[in-house]
Structure formats: C-alpha cells, structure tokens
C-alpha cells in the first residue's frame, strides 16, 4: 500500500511516499529554518504563508523521487494535530483536496504517533508493546505503545518541553535558533559539574517541568552580568543539558521497570541530542533494556513518519471525511 503523507505542523513543509508502514519511497522536505532564524524563533504567520508556497512543488519532488504517479498512491495521510493551527491547516486542506481529486482514502495522523513510528522505519522488527519517550519542541512524553494505534500516556510535561527549554535557555546564552543544537556543541567543552541547576520535582513521578529549570540559567546569566563576573558558557550548557538529560532519562527507565517495559523507543527533535542519546543508551544497557533511536534524519518533523503511522491508522479504520479539521492541541 503506497501512500502519499504530508507533514505541515509547525516550519517543516514536508511531503512523502512510504510503502506498508515500513519502507521509504521518497521524504522531501522544505525547511524554514533560516528564516526564523531572524526572529529568534518560529513566527507562526510566516509558517503558514512558506507552507502555502512549498506544498504543490514538495509534493511533486516527493512523487518524482519515488517513481510514481499520484494517480499511483492508494492514500493520503496528514497531519491534524498537536500543532501551529494556521500550519496544519494548509497540509490538511491540501491533502483533503488530493484525496477528494484521486478518490483515494485520507487518513488523519496524530503527530506524537507519527513520531513513535519513526523507529519503524529504521526498525523494521520493532513491534508494540513497548514504551516510547517522545521529546520535542513543544512535546515531551513517555507514553505506552500497547498496539499501533492504542497509546496509554504515562507522564507529559506540565510547562516547556525539553525542546522549548533548550531553545530559551539557548536564546538566553547568546546562542542563535534552533538553540538546541549549540548547545548540544557547547557542552562538549564544557564541565558538567561546574554549576549546580535544580532537578524539578512533579506530583506525578513521571511528568515534566523544565521551567524552572530554564529559569534558574537565565538567572544565573543575569546574576553573572550583575556582578561583572565572567560565565563559562560552554559549562553553563553542559550542565543543562546534563540535567535535562538526566531527568528525561530517570522518568522513562523508572516507568521501564514499573510498568515492565524491556523496549524503549526514543523520538523527537531532540532525539537528535547526542548528550541524551548517549546516557540512554547507557542507561539501558545497564538495566538490560533494548533501546531505539531513530537516525538523526527522522528526529524531526518528516512525512515519511506520518506515512507510516498513516498505514497502521488505516489498517485500524481511521480514516476522515471532507469534514477534517485541524486542531492545535489534542490528546494521542
């Protein structure tokens, strides 16, 4: 079953073809990066308007890269939800009007899904159950795959997401967007012992807060700057990572073991950290859990993970009408 899937949720226009929820015809995508650059930031308005712009040429690279006719496909994915509204409404009601010229199905994705599926592409014989940690821009999760499409939410971030987090705690260190990635370069000569950050605490065990965590770095940058006194920026990022790390990676190997998970699926953009990819994986080895991480490729937002997701949905019967709406915010 081939299928044309197409991801637009926040400054990632992107459009694919994948075969059975498991193989990749084509995943091209049109990045916005540079240009929210400028703004320290993704500007919503400017999403939308660029994902109006690149989504019939995308599409048809997609098409071309993987040697086929849209009259080929035998449906359409998108992405309806979490995400920017005004995104996520260009990729729907594009995709309900590729749907509704091919007469093919459309099948809506949950975009936390189409991240947990990822790991299909790279892992062919990864199969649920297992748990999966989700860790991106505006999501951080550890959520239950109990099936394909059947997900139990064990703990979720009640503020910033490690990915928010990292790009305020970036911005505040004079590191341009996306902050992430230099901090992740910083910290490599940086002293993970030099500053002492706080490890937040929740009422539910496995649930997030990186506020505050964020909050203590731009403090002590102000404090810094108060007193004349010179900051290592290189330590100052490697102890935040560090203690991001640490606490995404206690929660998921505390809900391994309590809920008797012996597979962890790690996804995301900030899947892409090497610092948390690295203590995961030493983690697991430890404590004998098999550990999945995408390759940095598919950290992100992509359509070749909606695609695949998208063959599990439609193989459940989820599929949409022409009434299909976009929501920025709904629950797996």
Not at 46 to 63: F, K, M, P
Request: net charge negative; with cysteine; aromatic share 8%.
């Amino acid at each position: 079953m081939k299928i044309l899937s197409i991801e637009t949720s926040c400054d990632e226009t992107s459009v694919a073809v994948t075969e059975n929820g498991r193989r990749v015809l084509s995943n091209v995508t049109a990045s916005q990066i540079e240009e929210h650059k400028l703004y320290g930031g993704v500007v919503p308005e400017i999403a939308s308007r660029r994902h109006c712009e690149s989504i019939v040429s995308v599409t048809d690279e997609a098409l071309r890269q993987a040697g086929i006719e849209l009259t080929d496909i035998d449906a359409v994915a998108v992405t309806y939800a979490p995400g920017l509204i005004g995104a996520l409404l260009v990729g729907v009601n594009f995709a309900k009007g590729v749907a509704l010229a091919c007469g093919k199905p459309l099948i809506p994705v949950h975009h936390i899904r189409g991240h947990i599926a990822a790991n299909y592409i790279e892992f062919p014989e990864l199969e649920p159950p297992f748990l999966a940690l989700v860790v991106s821009g505006g999501h951080t999760s550890i959520i239950e795959v109990r099936d394909y499409t059947e997900f139990n939410v064990i703990g979720s971030t009640l503020d910033d997401a490690a990915g928010e987090a990292f790009d305020k705690a970036a911005r505040a260190m004079g590191f341009p967007y996306p902050g992430g990635l230099y901090i992740d370069k910083a910290s490599k000569n940086g002293d993970t012992s030099k500053y002492k950050l706080p490890y937040p605490k929740t009422e539910n065990e496995y649930d997030f807060s990186f506020s505050g965590l964020k909050t203590a770095v731009i403090n002590l940058i102000h404090n810094s700057a108060q007193k004349n006194e010179e900051l290592d920026i290189n330590s100052l990022a490697a102890c935040f990572q560090n203690t991001v790390c640490e606490i995404l990676v206690d929660k998921t190997i505390k809900a391994a073991e309590k809920f008797g998970h012996k597979k962890i699926a790690l996804s995301g953009g900030v899947a892409a950290n090497s610092g948390l990819r690295d203590m995961l994986n030493e983690r697991c080895s430890d404590v004998g859990i098999d550990l999945y991480i995408p390759p940095i490729s598919l950290c992100g937002d992509n359509a070749a993970m909606i695609g695949c997701q998208g063959f599990y949905e439609y193989r459940a019967g989820n599929v949409a009408g022409s009434d299909l709406n976009a929501y920025a915010t709904k629950v797996i």
